[in-house]
């Protein structure tokens, strides 16, 4: 039974809106939420200490040199026992990329003596200022330290003033348990044992 055009007209204007729009499928129920998983105290320190340094316009050069340093170890604290492995077993010039370096500025006989007597411990501190979430500045001046150092020793070992002076020099850039196991690991330099 077909229906007049009167009466089509009268349902479809019953079926539509005041508002002449036409009419609206009601919307679908909002799907829920996934729950967020929850962020790890680490990465959640790694965050807020990244935020503050980008953010905070207040820092003092010395607190934001120790927050970056503070973010530096956290970040290798992060790494996985086969990366901490694989660095500090990668040969010296890999280790090396990390900070800008290259051999250090000797003649040739005593950079050969270099590579063959010291280079070990060259490996040593960067592993040593990768754990420690040393800067590439912080970490290439170290090094150039050593060779100064070890350039100076004369068959006895440093003064302990004069470790302390060159390490003061350093500033906030080391905290003193930093500087201490510095002295210590340059005390084993001195007297040859074993570069671990």
Do not use: C
């Not at 729950?35 to 935020?51: D, N």
């Not at 510095?182 to 570069?195: D, F, H, N, V």
Request: aromatic share 4%; charged share 25%.
């Amino acid at each position: 039974m077909a229906t007049d055009p009167i009466t089509q007209n009268a349902e479809h204007a019953a079926a539509t809106p005041a508002t002449g729009a036409p009419p609206v499928a009601p919307a679908a129920a909002p799907k829920p939420a996934l729950a967020a998983a929850p962020v790890p105290p680490q990465e959640a320190q790694r965050i807020a200490l990244t935020k503050e340094l980008i953010e905070n316009t207040k820092l003092t050069d010395e607190e934001r040199a120790a927050k970056t340093t503070e973010l530096r170890k956290l970040v290798a604290s992060q790494s996985t026992p086969e990366e901490n492995e694989a660095y500090a077993s990668a040969p010296l010039a890999e280790q090396r990329e990390m900070y800008g370096l290259q051999d250090p500025s000797l003649p040739p006989t005593m950079l050969q003596n270099y590579r063959e007597n010291f280079e070990g411990w060259e490996s040593g501190l960067l592993v040593s200022a990768r754990a420690n979430g040393l800067d590439a500045a912080t970490t290439r001046e170290l090094r150039d330290l050593g060779v100064t150092l070890g350039l100076r020793v004369d068959g006895k070992p440093l003064a302990e003033a004069d470790l302390d002076y060159e390490l003061k020099k350093f500033g906030t850039r080391l905290n003193e348990s930093q500087k201490k196991s510095l002295k210590q690991y340059w005390r084993r330099i001195e007297g040859g044992g074993g570069a671990s």
